[in-house]
């Protein structure tokens, strides 16, 4: 069955919104930008500019490596907490299930990517531009 009310475009808005109010709520700040995109069977949402204040500052000390390593360790482990959260935000919006969902951010540029592989790839109208 397509999804005939919603546009591949408007879903991958729809997606960011929401992975935009998780990160608000749930990490406690919002993302710069954010970016979703649609491929067949997989969900990629790009979020820039996720990094707090005192991350950046962690990522720039000294020892950055070890900050670094930190920053992700903390972030990787939140995530993973909250993994059943995302994955209900993506299947409420797309009626698919996620199979399963990767992870990482760049302390040096302060972007996360998160991938999500599903059951089957959604039933969405496709649009010129979409």
Do not use: C
Not at 81 to 103: D, F, G
């Amino acid at each position: 069955m397509v999804n005939r009310e919603k546009t591949k475009g408007q879903t991958e808005a729809e997606i960011s919104k929401a992975i935009i109010q998780f990160e608000k709520e749930y990490m406690g700040r919002g993302p710069d930008e954010t970016k979703t995109y649609l491929l067949s069977d997989m969900v990629i949402v790009r979020l820039r500019g996720v990094l707090t204040p005192a991350e950046k500052q962690l990522a720039r000390s000294d020892d950055n490596l070890k900050g670094r390593a930190l920053i992700k360790q903390v972030r990787i482990e939140l995530l993973e907490k909250a993994r059943p959260l995302l994955e209900n935000i993506i299947q409420n919006i797309l009626a698919t299930k996620v199979t399963s969902m990767h992870t990482d951010i760049s302390t040096v540029t302060g972007e996360r990517v998160i991938i999500f592989t599903l059951e089957s790839a959604p039933q969405i109208e496709t649009q010129a531009g979409d």
